[in-house]
């Protein structure tokens, strides 16, 4: 979201690695022009999981980043929460590289992208199916239209409690990687802002939306993994509420 199809390479920052939860791996790409932060996250464990692909034009950048944490032959799992580019845009070169990894996706994602856009069948994953990584488990919980998207999912790690939490609380600018200082406040900036761009109502808001806030937060999450901004470590269920309330008075007119 928010960059062009296609960018030159200069737009790209060097690629910066932080550890935001133990074994999580935050691989942050800097969209210079946008000045916005492309999050991805590697897990590191016997079945290591990339979470968000990113766009195909940041391929070679990424993979090179991921190069200095694992083999990336030897991913097993390829996630995201929607089906967008810079969610899963460079799924097939991934695959390409990682003769043993799988797609792990939404039924919906499956059903109306996945299964005719990956070259490699995904692994398809109803609410509350969980991942096993190794040490880790993945539970996947289904949040239609949030932050956008019919088949949008998040996953959420239950052992050190990492949301992987895509494009909810997104922020601009070239921010520190992980926070404890409040990240709502930016999202609302963020998206009071976009209400005179092209990109105005990008998370649409319904009665549901609060429900999905309150059933995130009822997971009590230690850390929520950004796709754009900082990440979070703190109250993240008073986040996550506190997030649903910042939407709906932007959102809701």
Not at 126 to 141: E, H, P, Q
Request: aromatic share 10%; proline share 5%.
């Amino acid at each position: 979201m928010f960059l062009r199809a296609k960018f030159a390479n200069n737009d790209i920052a060097m690629a910066t690695i932080t550890e935001i939860a133990p074994d999580v791996y935050r691989v942050c790409l800097l969209n210079k022009e946008r000045g916005l932060q492309f999050n991805h996250f590697i897990v590191k464990d016997e079945e290591p999981l990339l979470y968000h692909t990113g766009y195909r034009a940041s391929f070679k950048e990424l993979r090179e980043a991921v190069a200095t944490l694992i083999d990336p032959a030897k991913l097993r799992w390829i996630g995201w929460s929607h089906f967008e580019s810079d969610e899963c845009g460079s799924l097939n070169e991934w695959l390409q590289v990682a003769p043993q990894a799988l797609p792990a996706c939404g039924f919906l994602s499956a059903a109306l992208n996945t299964n005719d856009f990956s070259n490699r069948p995904p692994k398809v994953m109803n609410g509350g199916d969980v991942l096993k990584t190794g040490k880790y488990r993945f539970r996947f919980v289904p949040t239609a239209q949030l932050p956008h998207g019919w088949d949008a999912g998040v996953m959420f790690e239950e052992t050190n409690r990492t949301l992987l939490c895509s494009d909810l609380f997104t922020h601009f600018g070239d921010v520190e990687p992980i926070t404890e200082k409040d990240i709502v406040g930016r999202a609302k900036e963020t998206l009071q802002n976009m209400q005179n761009s092209p990109f105005a109502y990008y998370i649409p808001y319904n009665k549901q939306t609060g429900v999905i806030c309150n059933q995130l937060a009822d997971l009590k999450p230690k850390t929520l993994a950004t796709m754009h901004g900082s990440s979070f470590v703190g109250d993240c269920a008073k986040a996550l509420c506190d997030l649903n309330v910042a939407m709906k008075e932007v959102l809701d007119k």
